[in-house]
C-alpha cells in the first residue's frame, strides 16, 4: 500500500497536474502497490505529458513515492 506520494521543485498548479497523472497511472496515497507501475513506467509517463518539466525523477523508498521535478525556465539576458 502507498503512505505517500511527494512532489518536490514544482509549483502547486504543476503539483496537481503530476497528481492528475499520477492518479491516472494507479499511484496515490492507499492505492495499492500491486497496481502501480515501475518508476521508469511513471517518469516517462510523466515526462512525455507535461511540457513545463526539464527533468522529472521518480523513487520509491518503501512505502513512500518521491517525485523530483525541474521545471524549465526562460532566462533573459540585459546587456
Do not use: C
Request: glycine share 6%; net charge positive.
Amino acid at each position: 500500500m502507498v503512505w505517500s506520494v511527494r512532489i518536490d521543485g514544482a509549483d502547486p498548479k504543476l503539483t496537481d497536474q503530476i497528481r492528475n497523472i499520477l492518479r491516472q497511472n494507479h499511484l496515490y496515497e492507499g492505492s495499492l502497490d500491486l497496481f502501480v507501475p515501475d518508476t521508469s513506467q511513471l517518469e516517462n509517463a510523466l515526462s512525455t505529458k507535461l511540457t513545463k518539466v526539464t527533468w522529472i525523477g521518480v523513487s520509491r523508498k518503501g512505502t513512500t513515492y518521491r517525485i523530483n521535478v525541474v521545471e524549465k525556465s526562460i532566462q533573459t539576458l540585459k546587456r
